[in-house]
């Protein structure tokens, strides 16, 4: 089975961001790493592909720079092969933009199954899996934990807010999983060496049949109109044991329906 996974390439949370001050949008310069969200969709689909007993994973990602760092992290997780869209027509790319490209990056692998995180770390919209689902004409369900491919059919564990729901439909299709389902593997060192020979198919936009209108600022549906500081976390509750700790503690988890 081939599997196509979304691989978004971010620059590194651990160092901090910025802002261009006239479009507000992230300053993605430099070392850019394998989103970990997307290290979850790596994992299931190496997962999925060892399982099926054959067939293999294609990394696609539309990145600046013609950035691979992030993707030699993923194909030396095990992946086979990348397809890397990089122009600089693309600055200024929106989610439905992103997804034009990733979507016809994605035809191009001819995948039986597409896998993509529900959302990504660096400043999402948790769109552009759907959007690349509609693009390619093909059923999407969203928030897997769980995939299993066979007959033609995939069949997911959608979590939903009470548990989950069984989903079933027929490949191909687009699957967003969410972080944690799946334990990533550290890629080995000899994973890190075999990862420095595995191709790399380098695109621009005129390469997918796109044309500059329809990616970057001039084909861009949302604007960064403004961008405000996130609200400071406040000081937690100390429960003080007189007796009754458990109960509180219990009508607080309740509260926020954990229990
Ligand atoms: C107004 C605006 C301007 C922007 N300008 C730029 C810019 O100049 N340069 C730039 O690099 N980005 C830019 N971006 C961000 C870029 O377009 C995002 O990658 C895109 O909007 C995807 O949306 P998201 O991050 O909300 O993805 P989400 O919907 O949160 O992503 C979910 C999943 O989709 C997949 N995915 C998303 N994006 C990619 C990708 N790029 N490659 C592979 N898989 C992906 C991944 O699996 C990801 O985990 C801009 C965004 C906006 C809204």
Same mark, same amino acid.
């Given at each position: 089975m081939n599997v +196509?996974?979304?691989?978004?390439?971010?620059p590194d949370p651990a160092?901090?961001?910025?802002?261009?001050?006239?479009? /507000?949008?992230?300053?993605? =310069?430099? /070392?850019?790493?394998?989103?970990?969200?997307?290290s979850y969709g790596v994992e299931m689909s190496l997962q999925l592909a060892e399982r099926a007993g054959g067939g293999e994973v294609t990394l696609v990602s539309m990145a600046p720079h013609e950035e691979t760092s992030g993707l030699r992290t993923a194909l030396a997780?095990? +992946?086979? /092969?990348?397809? !890397? $869209?990089?122009d600089d027509v693309l600055a200024g790319t929106d989610a439905l933009g992103t997804a034009k490209v990733? %979507?016809?990056?994605? /035809?191009?692998?001819?995948?039986? !199954?597409? $896998?993509?995180?529900?959302e990504s770390t660096d400043g999402y919209t948790g769109t552009t899996p759907a959007q690349v689902a509609e693009l390619l004409g093909l059923p999407s369900v969203t928030f897997a934990k769980k995939i299993d491919v066979s007959d033609g059919k995939v069949r997911v564990e959608r979590q939903t807010e %009470?548990?989950?729901?069984? $989903? =079933?439909?027929? !490949?191909?299709?687009v699957v967003t999983v969410t972080a944690g389902v799946v334990e990533p593997r550290y890629p080995s060192f000899k994973g890190i060496m075999a990862a420095k020979g595995k191709p790399v198919e380098q695109l621009k936009v005129a390469d997918l049949g796109l044309t500059p209108d329809q990616v970057g600022v001039a084909g861009a549906r949302e604007e $960064?109109?403004?961008?405000? +500081?996130? =609200? =400071?976390?406040?000081?937690g509750e100390v429960v003080v044991d007189e007796g009754d700790a458990y109960e509180r503690i219990i009508a607080f988890l309740e509260q926020l329906k954990l229990l």
């Open positions: +196509a996974v979304c691989v978004k390439q971010i160092a901090p961001g910025s802002l261009q001050p006239d479009t /507000k949008n992230l300053v993605r =310069e430099g /070392k850019l790493i394998l989103d970990d969200s997307d997780m095990g +992946a086979a /092969k990348a397809i !890397l $869209v990089s990733l %979507a016809a990056a994605i /035809k191009r692998a001819e995948p039986d !199954l597409v $896998v993509a995180a529900t %009470a548990g989950f729901d069984e $989903v =079933e439909c027929p !490949l191909p299709a $960064v109109f403004d961008v405000a +500081a996130a =609200e =400071e976390r406040k000081a």
